[in-house]
């Protein structure tokens, strides 16, 4: 196992690659490019599982590429916490992969060739892996460019005006947030001489505190954009709507939580000693209200859970700015209920979309009648982001707050509180939609769906006659089971909470080490 280790750690970067150049090569061949796709997604979650599994006995493992040894070539590190994120990235892109293919989303017109969305979705697979595993800043860096540039064009699929018009938006604001993390790269070497993070965990304590202080900045806003913490949010409602369900899922799940990952790493092993950890919390506090506040507002569902998405950003800050290991592990438990169920939900929302003929709460009316299925399938994750007990996010947010408790300061108890308030707002924000989307009669809606009033009159009438009635779930069968599979990945997060929690400490406490972090890449000595 211990030899075998090293070898799978680039595979889930390599194989998406050389499953994209396939892919392409397969373009006019449309069952064997998808069958391609499925096969490459699969091998990297069993890799990733084999590889979490494999650190956690035997601790982290450290690949050089090319045979250049750090911190001159490029680094790969496989620890806990960049093979939890594995794993979970993994099952998350290989459902939504499925549910993409049997949506058809990505040939469901002539505007969208079948060789433009495989190709794409691998390429961003292998960009995400690349982030999570690089060593060195500029290795993080091109797995962030690697996966933007091929979600730019997932965000644009079918070249619809809306689509467009988000794709520049979020084009215009990932550039700018690559262009000050490229900057900050820039600086750090010069004033360093290595984009290697083990040694710069050394070297930057060297440095007098205000170029710290000014490096560190520039990181947290190029990563603050990529997380969107608030008040660098403002594109995420507008961009990710727009874009077909299955892009939409795993752009709200998955690439956020890139951004938090990136801040986590670099405040434990960069900055443990330069912290920011008052302006972080108010930042936590503030993308949590605002968030939820803008979810309130909203009638559509999509734009609802995506300032949601906005406001549940600030729980996994709130235990990355205060710095503890219960704190961390808090953050890495949420972190992972938080990709699970936001892809869940936003699947679940296209399943709904397909079903009713829209996503706005104006329109919508009956679904729990009518489609019994959808409604529990959609239910479920929307409890669980709400934090009712006993699901994961309940479980994430008392970790937490008891981790807020421990730290006795009057700004981490007021967090608490605001954590609990947009929890709450959250639930009545979820209820609501609920309600109407799912409860109330369609007819009584603003803007009724007629083929919604006609068909929940029909089974009206057929109570009324004691005649049979069969629910229709109205989704592809793929579709709904790739969701399903999702929903039940969250509900085993509650169900296998202790041995997740303990994974997450174990993380947390080596994110808390950063000397052995340096040891491990380093070979001891340092440099």
């Not at 968030?291 to 999509?302: R, T």
């Not at 800050?317 to 205060?322: D, E, I, K, W």
């Not at 399943?351 to 009956?366: K, Y």
Request: proline content about 5%; aromatic content about 8%; glycine content about 8%.
């Amino acid at each position: 196992m211990i030899d075998l280790l090293p070898v799978l750690v680039p595979l889930p970067v390599l194989l998406p690659l050389l499953g994209a150049g396939l892919a392409l090569v397969l373009s006019k061949h449309s069952r064997a490019q998808n069958i391609v796709s499925i096969l490459i997604l699969s091998a990297v979650m069993i890799i990733s599982l084999i590889m979490l599994f494999g650190v956690d006995a035997h601790g982290p493992q450290v690949v050089a590429i090319g045979g250049w040894e750090p911190p001159a070539g490029i680094v790969l590190v496989a620890d806990r916490l960049s093979s939890l994120m594995l794993v979970v990235s993994s099952l998350v892109t290989l459902c939504v992969l499925i549910y993409a293919l049997s949506q058809d989303a990505n040939d469901d017109s002539d505007e969208t060739p079948i060789s433009v969305f495989n190709p794409s979705y691998l390429v961003l697979c292998a960009g995400v892996a690349n982030a999570f595993l690089a060593g060195d800043l500029f290795n993080l860096y091109v797995g962030f460019e690697m996966f933007l540039v091929a979600s730019y064009v997932l965000l644009t699929l079918g070249a619809t005006a809306e689509r467009i018009r988000a794709g520049v938006t979020y084009v215009v604001v990932s550039l700018v947030s690559s262009i000050i993390f490229l900057a900050a790269i820039g600086v750090i070497y010069s004033a360093t001489g290595t984009v290697n993070m083990a040694q710069l965990s050394e070297r930057l304590s060297e440095l007098p505190p205000d170029v710290q202080m000014i490096l560190h900045v520039l990181l947290l806003i190029g990563f603050g954009i990529k997380a969107a913490i608030f008040p660098l949010s403002f594109w995420l409602p507008d961009s990710y709507p727009t874009a077909p369900a299955p892009v939409t899922a795993v752009f709200a799940g998955l690439l956020t939580k890139v951004g938090i990952y990136a801040i986590i790493r670099t405040e434990t092993l960069l900055f443990s000693e330069s912290s920011l950890r008052v302006p972080l919390l108010i930042a936590a506090a503030l993308t949590m209200v605002v968030g939820i506040l803008g979810a309130i507002a909203q009638s559509e569902i999509k734009r609802i859970v995506s300032f949601t998405l906005v406001s549940h950003i600030g729980y996994m800050l709130f235990g990355v700015a205060l710095g503890t290991t219960v704190g961390l592990a808090a953050a890495i438990y949420y972190t992972v209920h938080h990709i699970i169920v936001q892809t869940a939900l936003f699947l679940a929302i296209g399943m709904v979309e397909m079903r009713g003929g829209s996503t706005s709460t104006r329109s919508l009316g009956g679904l729990m009648v009518l489609s019994p299925a959808l409604s529990i399938i959609f239910f479920i994750p929307a409890l669980n982001l709400s934090g009712i007990p006993p699901f994961s996010g309940f479980i994430g947010k008392v970790g937490l707050f008891a981790a807020g408790f421990s730290d006795h300061d009057w700004l981490a108890v007021s967090l608490i509180v605001a954590g609990t308030v947009t929890s709450l707002l959250t639930l009545y924000v979820i209820g609501r939609t609920f309600n109407l989307a799912f409860w109330r009669d369609p007819a009584d809606a603003e803007e009724p769906n007629e083929e919604l009033v006609a068909e929940f009159a029909e089974r009206k009438k057929a109570k009324l006659a004691g005649k049979p009635w069969k629910s229709q779930i109205g989704v592809p069968g793929s579709m709904f089971a790739a969701t399903t599979v999702v929903v039940i990945a969250s509900i085993v997060l509650t169900v296998f909470a202790a041995p997740l929690w303990g994974m997450a400490n174990r993380a947390a406490e080596n994110l808390q080490s950063p000397v052995s972090y340096v040891s491990d890449v380093l070979g001891g000595d340092g440099l």
